[in-house]
């Protein structure tokens, strides 16, 4: 999947950066807000949430302030149908990991796009504190006939698992797990109206905790989780 992926945004960039020969009289601005969605290599169908703020310090770099809201999965989860009732749920996995990622940097502005347009490309850099929220996942099973939930353990027989339970479940019995992050990226910004950012992101990102987290307890698990993700974001400027 990995190598798929690359090649996706190996493609992605090329296309986008053949529009650069049309960037000329670049229209000005001092700030800018943008929000969206990314897909990643960690993640599932959708990767998280991010949110960011920039300021220019000078004509063409941009500090930034951030934050990103991301359920990283194991490597090896695997999603199987239960026997009786074909719900399906996670065979193995004991924890979620949420990452909650504050990121400070800088955006380097390498092309700038002419009004109404052309695209405007910048490199990404930014660095900062994780922190890990480590929620019990939680299984339905049938105990004497009637329905209820418990925590994945290996004692369980995968028999009786009818499925996975409640969203948030274990949320008020979550650990914290601290950990710093990095990201490099390229931004896209390929929108047509000068107060309106549209545009997306590829790149790389690499959390690290300050020990291994247990999401799978009967497979290797791991403290630094390197993924490749693309984003889609929306915002404004001015």
Known sequence: MSIKFCLVLISLCAGVLSLSAQTQDSYEYQSEFTWGIN????????????????????EDVLETYGLEVVNIKHPQEVRVS??????????G??????AFRFQYGRDKIIFKKA??????????????PTLGL????????FSNNVPAYKKYDRSINPGEIEGSGRPFQGVPESKIKFGGNFKAALNFEIGTVKSQVT????????DAYTSKIEMVPEAKNYAVYPTLFIALFYGSRK
């Open 199 to 206: 545009g997306f992101e590829v790149g790389f990102l690499l």
């Open 82 to 91: 239960s026997t009786s009732q074909g719900n399906l749920f996670i065979f």
């Open 39 to 58: 897909k990643n290599t960690s993640g599932g169908l959708l990767g998280g949430l991010f949110f960011k703020k920039g300021s220019k310090l000078t």
């Open 93 to 98: 996995k004991s924890n979620y990991l949420y």
């Open 115 to 128: 009004p109404q347009q052309g695209v405007e490309i910048k490199a990404v850099f930014a660095v900062g």
């Open 134 to 141: 480590v929620v019990p996942y939680y299984v339905q099973v």
